[in-house]
């Protein structure tokens, strides 16, 4: 049973505009979500999290979205650029547990 | 300052051989956790340790094991290696605070290949 979904394996989006990209998970004690990018060959890079008690946090081109009574996160990225190209996983964990990972989805930015 | 580092890269052992992969966790982290990351999937939890000890552990054999040292390095050990266990291993170090929640930062991986 995943319990972090992401429904959408890919995204095309063209440069300049938002990057939407979307995260479901069932279990609702979890208290802490994070994104992270993954280019090939390099390791999966922090990109930004939420905690439970907030609904947005934004860092520079990047703002996540949590809607807790949907157990739905988003991330969106304005402007995108083709550097943003990659595979985006969402995570979750309750409170010191590990993180449990959706399958990620690849995100292409065209120029 | 030096992210996470894992050695090797890349390796290729055989079914039935024995595997050792290296973590340096990131200068002031002091807790370091081990994923699988098979093709079309995201990384699957498989053990973390935090001072010198086995903190939490995932759904995962016990041919699966691991170590960590007194500067909190760490490494993973594979025993009667399968072919369902090629995959990328990543290495995942964090600063392990007394109260909430810990942002974990991951090294490049090492893409073990089992024939």
């Known amino acids: 049973d995943q319990q972090v979904k992401q429904n959408s394996p890919s995204l095309s989006v063209q440069e300049g505009r938002i990057s939407i990209l979307n995260c479901d998970y069932t279990n609702s004690m979890f208290d802490y979500f994070l994104w992270y990018k993954k280019y090939p060959a390099e390791g999966p890079t922090f990109l930004i999290s939420?905690?439970?008690?907030?609904d947005k946090n934004e860092d520079g081109r990047f703002t996540v979205f949590l809607n807790k009574s949907a157990k739905h996160l988003s991330l969106h990225i304005v402007p995108s650029q083709p550097g943003d190209s990659a595979v985006y996983f969402c995570?979750?964990?309750?409170?010191?547990?590990?993180?449990?990972f959706g399958k990620g989805t690849r995100l292409s930015v065209i120029a | 300052d030096a992210g996470v580092t894992q050695s090797p890269t890349h390796l290729i052992k055989t079914r039935g051989q024995q595997v050792t992969l290296r973590c340096s966790p990131k200068s002031g982290h002091d807790t370091v956790s081990w994923y699988q990351q098979a093709l079309g999937q995201g990384p699957q939890f498989i053990f973390q340790y935090y001072e010198e000890e086995e903190r939490q552990r995932g759904n995962f054999p016990d041919r699966f094991s691991g170590h960590q040292f007194p500067n909190y390095s760490s490494e993973l050990n594979v025993n009667a290696l399968l072919l369902g266990d090629s995959a990328l291993y990543l290495c995942a170090s964090s600063f392990s605070p007394t109260t909430g929640q810990e942002t974990q930062y991951f090294g490049p991986g090492t893409r073990l290949l089992v024939l």
């Open positions: 939420i905690s439970s008690i907030k």
């Open positions: 995570a979750a964990s309750v409170g010191n547990t590990p993180l449990v």
